[in-house]
């Protein structure tokens, strides 16, 4: 599927479903809208998935990983060789996302979308580079348009593959790439037309002065490529990333096949950010996991219209927060099947 | 185990093992404290159970149910009967805390405190009753000191039964109870001193005028008893209700047999607030489950000091956000016993 391909694929959840899902919930022996977030979260699931007994049985995460030219400019903690012996480390099973995804019983795939380093094709990854790093989006646009569009199509066909038999029942998204909260700040800076200030974190763990250079650096490139929300595929060309591209291209795929996509913190959300802009339609598919401490967090999600399921504090990356509410959203799938209604209460106590 | 008794049993976690926890989680391969309130969790369930590997296999939801006269003052839409109802549906497993315990892999207790039914001594809940019903608390006081002081004890005898060999690695704490968001928010409001307007919710879903008549009826007791924080057996007494003392004796007993221990919303945090007012070293093993909507709640949680680990506006009680809870803090001992530091990680790559 190119994107042309995807986005004409994309159709509205079956708000049939939805609707019945609606009912049983306040049918349910317990306070109407007593639940919150999982009552919200069964009922879009149920609406995707058609069916008011939802399984999310084959859950995966995909985290794209890619480097940025920008780490050039002295915006991260970390040297940007961490992001391929991360890659390595995700591969061996022992990082932050593998820990957490096998709790939540889903399988972690890596996928280099921009890694400045040599993999070997036999590691188990998804080979999707589409070049090593991104240009220093200080100076020069982070990637050509017919880059960024080859990202996006990257993160579509990992769906296709993915979602090939036995299938997909939900997806995850995450990231890995040092430097890469500036790409997504600036990101969110071009959708909302906010100051920078409010949007730029401290990432790995910058200080004052440090989280002040970084928000200099992020005004600087949008001072140079002036992006703007009208054209989502140039905001992630000029001051994107390339596992940006690829995360944007996850949930186009999934929405196109019909499949609920999770996204995790900063990075995966900018990614959302991009591909509902080109798509608005994905965000029907789209879940937020968490609110992330990076403060431009908190603007994409209000303008992507999601509450998170989960505030934890975290500010890690990888898919973390979204393996994390796999388990929230696994649990409201039990919500809307399993609760008995007043009547089914009645039943079983007249049956006794 | 008398409440005298149990205080007196209560040790502090292990600063050591607090310690060793910190610092593996500081050379973890990622930023550090990046893992927010999972590294916290983590950190103090470490200190609790003395090892780096916490296995938090056994856990069991105790769902204490009891009845308020105060219902006679028209504070809830729902009717009493509701309260006995609910028990026959929490031990015939279709109820709320029922679908989300399963999930978590936790066990349901129900405990009669003080439901005004008669239940047949062959019904599998733990047989608790110190009488049918509390006192309406705008013309009397709930319950006499000693049913006050003998409902801790019962929550306290029911952690003893629950820790008995295979044991207890993990208390959750919920409640049942038509009308028992109005005697919660009277306990925190006598504690806080603050402003009723500020404590009271809609509990069940009541309109703007009933939350005002609810409003006034917490100030008629508050202004009858006189309730303070310097003495919780009598806040317990004049304002509570019976599965509160349930609910603060599950807290003390946990704590004095070196058991974590999760509570859900309102009520049970006001059973924790009790339980923490007569033996303060009780707040080192417990943990808030989430934020409940109900406006006390987060007056509660400061006064406690504890962080909620979800934020999913439930306002259902049960124990159903203690079980969700459970999940979150199952996966924080993965994250401090499996993630690898930068050494393993060196390591690994040095063995290949």
């Known amino acids: 599927?190119?994107?042309?391909?995807?986005?004409?694929?994309?159709?509205?959840?079956?708000k049939e479903y939805e609707k019945k899902a609606a009912l049983r919930l306040d049918d349910q022996?317990?306070?109407?809208?007593?639940?919150?977030?999982?009552?919200?979260?069964?009922?879009?699931?149920?609406?995707?998935?058609?069916?008011?007994?939802?399984?999310?049985?084959?859950?995966?995460?995909?985290?794209?990983?890619?480097d940025h030219g920008v780490v050039a400019e002295g915006v991260s903690l970390f040297p940007q060789e961490v992001t391929a012996q991360m890659v390595y480390n995700f591969v061996d099973g022992g990082a932050s996302i593998n820990v957490l995804a096998r709790h939540a019983k889903a399988s972690v795939r890596?996928?280099?979308?921009g890694v400045?380093?040599?993999?070997?094709?036999?590691?188990?990854?998804?080979?999707?580079?589409?070049?090593?790093?991104?240009?220093?989006?200080?100076?020069?646009?982070a990637m050509s348009r017919n880059q960024a569009i080859a990202s996006i199509e990257a993160g579509i066909a990992m769906t296709e593959e993915l979602a090939k038999a036995p299938g997909l029942d939900l997806l995850g998204t995450g990231d890995m790439g040092i430097g890469n909260t500036t790409p997504s700040a600036?990101?969110?800076?071009?959708?909302?037309?906010?100051?920078?200030?409010?949007?730029?974190?401290?990432?790995?763990?910058?200080?004052d002065r440090a989280l002040k250079h970084k928000i200099r650096v992020i005004e600087d490139a949008l001072e140079l490529h002036r992006p703007g929300p009208g054209d989502p595929v140039d905001v992630l060309a000029k001051v994107g990333g390339f596992e940006i591209g690829g995360l944007a291209g996850l949930v186009i795929g999934a929405?196109?096949?019909?499949?609920?996509?999770?996204?995790?913190?900063?990075?995966?959300?900018a990614g959302a950010l991009i591909a509902c802009g080109i798509a608005p339609a994905a965000g029907s598919y789209l879940f937020a996991s968490h609110r992330s401490v990076e403060a431009g967090h908190n603007y994409m999600l209000k303008h992507l219209g999601l509450d998170p399921l989960l505030d934890?504090?975290?500010?890690?990356?990888?898919?973390?927060?979204?393996?994390l509410a796999m388990e929230i959203?696994?649990?409201?799938?039990?919500?809307?099947?399993?609760?008995?209604?007043?009547?089914?209460?009645?039943?079983?106590?007249a049956q006794k």
């Open 255 to 269: 929405a196109a096949l019909g499949i609920p996509v999770v996204c995790d913190g900063l990075i995966a959300t």
């Open 110 to 113: 890596v996928a280099d979308l």
């Open 329 to 349: 959203m696994d649990a409201s799938t039990r919500v809307l099947a399993e609760i008995r209604t007043f009547e089914e209460v009645q039943i079983r106590n």
């Open 1 to 14: 599927m190119n994107l042309q391909k995807a986005i004409k694929k994309i159709n509205l959840p079956d």
């Open 312 to 323: 934890l504090k975290l500010r890690l990356g990888e898919g973390t927060g979204a393996a």
């Open 29 to 66: 022996a317990r306070p109407k809208g007593s639940l919150g977030l999982l009552e919200d979260t069964a009922r879009r699931l149920a609406g995707i998935s058609k069916t008011l007994d939802v399984r999310l049985d084959r859950k995966i995460i995909v985290t794209c990983a890619g």
């Open 186 to 207: 600036a990101v969110i800076a071009a959708f909302s037309g906010l100051d920078v200030k409010k949007l730029a974190g401290r990432g790995t763990g910058l200080d």
């Open 116 to 141: 400045n380093h040599d993999f070997s094709p036999e590691l188990p990854i998804f080979h999707k580079k589409i070049a090593k790093s991104t240009g220093n989006i200080r100076k020069e646009p």
